[in-house]
């Protein structure tokens, strides 16, 4: 099964890929980590796209692309997989969908959460990340045991730099304008779910888990 998880930075979809990845057993890919990642790591790529994503703007179409091409390769989407964060523009789903044909395999499913523009800022402004272990909290909605710091390793949480209100607006702008046109994309194929991202995680997590039947 393989499922694409949209919705504007902030709507859940972290959250709500690591419920699917425990309820279906298969693993969520997400470019953004990856690309979070390749940052902590001070690899070459992670250098190259450092100032882009910290400006909230989209890092190249081939620089994502490869990254999840790398995975499918590797037989980390043998049994499926929770697309989180990609594609975001027609030219990655065209990329995806050439894949996978290439691959006799197909999307099953796009699941678009949507949030208003107003609860993204309000969300996004409270989100805190672990730079330790990338872990993602929520000053009022998903608060750490201990203030300020990682359930996990105890480091100190960072309120990400495309997480200031700035940056948000960016950020929705790039989803608005480059997105649209995934789910576009998408929609003649009959694969697209809209759910209501607000409410509660487990209120959301049981809207898109009837979605997808
Ligand atoms: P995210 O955590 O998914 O919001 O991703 C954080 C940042 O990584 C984005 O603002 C982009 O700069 C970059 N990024 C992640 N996924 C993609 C993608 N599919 N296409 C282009 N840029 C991406």
């Known amino acids: 099964m393989i499922l694409i998880l949209m919705g504007p930075p902030g709507a859940g979809k972290g959250t709500q890929a690591k419920q699917l990845v425990d309820k279906y057993g298969i693993p969520q890919l997400s470019t953004g980590d990856m690309l979070r990642a390749a940052r902590r790591s001070g690899s070459d790529l992670g250098n190259k796209v450092a100032a882009i994503m910290d400006s909230g703007k989209l890092v190249s179409d081939e620089i994502v692309i490869a ?32 894949m996978l044909d290439a691959k006799g395999r197909k999307v099953d499913a796009v699941l678009s959460i949507h949030v208003s523009d107003e609860d993204v800022v309000r969300r996004n402004s409270g989100r805190r990340t672990c730079p330790v272990d990338g872990a993602s909290y929520h000053l009022e909605f998903k608060p750490p045991k201990r203030e300020g710091l990682c359930d996990h390793d105890g480091a100190a949480l960072v309120h990400r730099e495309d997480d200031m209100p700035d940056k948000i607006r960016v950020r929705l702008e790039a989803y608005h304008r480059d997105t649209a046109p995934v789910l576009a994309y998408f929609e003649p194929k009959g694969l697209v779910k809209t759910v209501d991202g607000t409410g509660s995680i487990a209120e959301v997590f049981a809207r898109l888990t009837g979605a997808i039947g």
């Open 67 to 98: 990254l999840i091409e790398e995975k499918f390769d590797a037989g980390d989407a043998k049994e499926g997989a929770i697309l989180d964060g990609f594609p975001r523009t027609p030219a990655q789903a065209e990329a995806l969908d050439a």
